[in-house]
């Protein structure tokens, strides 16, 4: 277990703010998480309620003693934590999970592709790499326009924001993998976002023999890597993985590697699509 | 040398229970499946004070698991279906049970199996691995599909396969029954009969829920187990049921998330309870637990925690210990 | 006179659903024993656009009932421990049935019983009730000591009751099953084999709350049937498992408080289902539900609610109506 | 069913007020509960959060479209119940139950004895005595003066207010029925309280032949009358019981009924008290 973390930490709610049509954009402070996070790392908060389990959210910004999350109200979960006032404590377990790694060559050029709230994961990722000296192009794609979201957040380091969106309403119209196609294939590729757009991007990485790291989600249980609820396929062989030795009678061809302990960070190269 | 009256400080109270053989230190433990080797946990909670972790199921041979998506959230419970993932008896022996010495509590090792050989190899081989004070036996998983009932959903089976491991066993062998029977207190009192050392209950309820926008189960595997405060009324039932008709120690659980909740256990006659889900919302509810146990003794004026064990059950069959000894 | 093409308005969704004989003018029935005859939720909600509503089971001789209390909550459940009470069959015929006739919907009444005998006397005495068009059994109450195990409990004696009931009434025979059995198929099977129209599940689930303050349990009666939410998934699980092996229609229930719920229970195979706890909360529920399976029908594009009925469940055994017809 | 309900209807959290060291006072906005709500009436409330029953509460006093409750923190509900903001609408069922009968000579000296919260079924009723021009003393007891609510609200009809406290730190030392004792008998008892005490008043009133009639409490289920959770034992004969004929095993010599529908108000004469 590393030493910077997880904690189980209190996490007052500093400022909450409205994005329409349908985001939250919440402002907590919790010192130790705040200090420790690193790209692509989550939170799972403890809600007032009969939840079972904590809902994870990947850390958005950090500041201070601050971190920010950006989310949807999907369920009850999340309608939960949008309901509540400022100065609320919630429990927060974090920074949980593993992070995307930089490109040892200061040259790359990298590519960060978010598709919606994947771009949750991308402010922090952005910032390692501007702190490193480093050049990047961030792709940002949405349904329509209203629904873009981050944007504000990650134009501080400079680094152009390419947008895509469904219908055209902004920016470039199609998705993020068909704007990735149009131009130069960057050094490596960084994704978040829902699974159908990971894994044409992954596809996409895969046929041009691109470095490609994506973050995942799935339904979490405990967080922590101990429930095995989380698990998906990866290659036999990915360090990621398990591991195990195959039982004679086991007819599928890949290891297993759980989202939350073993991820949320996975190469391209590693995971395997199931139909 | 003066004749002083020096005020004496009232003894700590007892925490420890014993489970056949073996002594834990305080009576709550973390349920199989829900805890790896407490490593996770490590930061979050202090795993030195736990009674015991009990290890995920062992399987002879390696498995993959069920396919996703294994967790549905439910009313006050969780349904899963995991299926039993795992590496198998030789890669844990080599690659994990070297480092259960590093575990700073007991543990628990839970056998699972196919077939009354499958529990007897796997049981065997956890016998005397480094800090396993005793193994249970997972006769109960809902998730897997065997030919006919599990193991534990009727009496003569359950005996077959308990009867088998303990000529093998030294440890104490503590069976994990299922609540999906019709009467719990024959398999029960089948499982002591066959020699077991302890019973635990109860292993994860059936269900299944679906999803209604797509038409389809939730998860892959259909059917789950459902766990969390949902089902306590109907472990603490199970626990008292049970406890009126056998003698040896019984570990339970079933929803529990704080310390009232484990004190209906032990009223309802268990010796130890232990936790699962509760965990992945507290990850130090072991800790609370504990101190409302603790609260309670010192409450009741109790010194020793056994005498909790029964207090409200008037059937309860189990040795009552004498109460402030 | 002119050839004008009038719209012609969507016909309207047939909600209506075949039970045996019984036809029922939708699929939400009030579940038996939280309802009387429906006259104290006169105001609160609309019982004419109920399916129908179940009386509170009937037994041969009068009952005091448990003493109290007699509920308790639960994690999002309740468990209650009434003991059947009730005025007895002679005194129900002559004060109680009259009045059945100002019942707005359709009656399901039901009988319970604690010999065969008990069962046949009082289920053909029902018979033929005023807008009484079906008659559920009973077999499975968890609340009242039989000797021996509930009729519900094995296939065998659970096929004596419904037959030798089906050979002393007319109307549909539903035995109503308890989940409380290692596996619910061969029971459902057996009441199907006995002639039974259709079944209905689940019962309450048993179970027992401590109250640690005194160290007794809540209910005078110790324990008690866990229903509402937390059984939810219990149930569907039960349905699921039924609906693969009958070919009779199942009536659903256990934890409905939404539209979506009952949908849950609709697609793993029931073909109605009934609501009991969540009136408790929500006197209106049944209207909620219904339109929500209106609504429903209307995005999938279904004419008789029927077609909803184990869409999720791919080894559903009973007859798929023909969709869109 | 009567004509004056129940009624289901949301009613609007108008006011709020927290009386030390643990009581509430909450005004809501329902016009048709508010008009229709007799003595010893109750309204049961349903309230966020997974509670399978709705929460009975004893409506206190009625003002125009408002009327209030005076409660305790128990357990859940009533904490729910106790941190809804101001502004919130909650689904009420009421008013239900039936009522004090008040007495048909206008000159009979009624007296109200209340245990602590059971207060909350006698503001109606002094209202209603009140109104019909009727003599009245009502006797108010707690364990200590800090304890006694209520008084603010019962001033108002004038009636004498007799205070008794167990430890003497207000008014009379000792319990409502010893005061009681010391005091000539009136003409008609009412009680409403902690069921030792009303067991013991139904037992004076009993003793002495004077006509009571006391408010109980019970586990609610339904709160309608449908689900014979909230039975007590009454004497075989009273109207309010169920009246079935008895099993040749019963050997239970009373009949019961229901807290909710037939009650909550009974007669001294026809309680049953079980060891
Ligand atoms: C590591 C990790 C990081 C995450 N970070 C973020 C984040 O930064 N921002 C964010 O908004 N979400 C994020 N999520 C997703 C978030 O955890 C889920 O949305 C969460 O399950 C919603 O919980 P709920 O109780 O509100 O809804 P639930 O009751 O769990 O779900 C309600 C309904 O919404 C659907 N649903 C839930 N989540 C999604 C989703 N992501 N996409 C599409 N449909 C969905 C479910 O299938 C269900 O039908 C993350 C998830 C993980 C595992
Ligand atoms: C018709 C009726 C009218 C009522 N009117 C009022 C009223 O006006 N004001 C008021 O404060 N309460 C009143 N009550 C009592 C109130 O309904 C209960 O206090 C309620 O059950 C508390 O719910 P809860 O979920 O907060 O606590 P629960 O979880 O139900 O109970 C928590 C704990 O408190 C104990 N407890 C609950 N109620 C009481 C009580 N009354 N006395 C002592 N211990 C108790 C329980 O035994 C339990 O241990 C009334 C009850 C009924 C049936
Ligand atoms: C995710 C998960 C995995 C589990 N895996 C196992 C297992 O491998 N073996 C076992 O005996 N029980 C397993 N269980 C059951 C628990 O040990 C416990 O009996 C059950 O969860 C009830 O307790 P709870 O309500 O505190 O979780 C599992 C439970 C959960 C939630
Ligand atoms: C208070 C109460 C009384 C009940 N009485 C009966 C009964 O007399 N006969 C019966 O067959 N079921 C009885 N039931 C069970 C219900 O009919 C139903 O099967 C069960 O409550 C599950 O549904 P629910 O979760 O919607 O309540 C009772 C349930 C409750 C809560
Ligand atoms: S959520 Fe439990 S292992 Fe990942
Ligand atoms: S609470 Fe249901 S009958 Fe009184």
Redesign the interface.
Known sequence: ?SQS????EPATLVRREFLPPGFWYLTLRAPQIAAAAKSAQFVAL?LP??????LPLGIYTVQDDTFSLLFQEWGERTRRLASLAEGTAV?C?GPLGNSFRLPEERTTRATLVAGGLGVAAMWLLARELHNAGMDATILLGARSANLLVGMRELQIFGFPLDVCTDDGSSGFRGTVIQRLQALAPPGVLYGCGPPGMLRALCAYANDHGITCEVSLE???????????????PVRRGCPQG?G???????T?SF??ARVC?DGTVFRAADLVW?T | MADVTVPQAAPAPDLSVRIGSATLRAPVIAASGCYNKGDEFGRLTDVGRYGAITLKSITRYPRLGNDMPRLAMTPAGLLNAIGLQGPGLDHFLHHVAPALQDVPTAVIASAAGFSVDEFVTVAAALDGLPNVVAIELDVSCPNVEREGRCFAADAASLAQVVAAVKQRVRLPVIPKLMPNVTDIRPIARAAQDAGADAISLINAVRGLVIDVERAQPVLANAAGGLTGPAIRPIAVHAVWEAAQVVTIPIIGMGGIAEGTDALEFLFAGATAVAIGTANFRRPDVHLRVLEAIEREMFRRGCRRVGELTGLANPGFAGPRPAAGL
Request: with cysteine; aromatic share 12%; charged share 20%.
């Open positions: 277990m973390g997880p904690y189980l403890d309620g009969t939840f079972m389990v904590r429990s377990i799935e339904t979490f249980g405990c967080s922590l890597g101990t429930c095995w609820g989380c698990v998906v398990t195990y030795p195959r039982a004679e009678s086991e599928r290891d297993v302990a199931q």
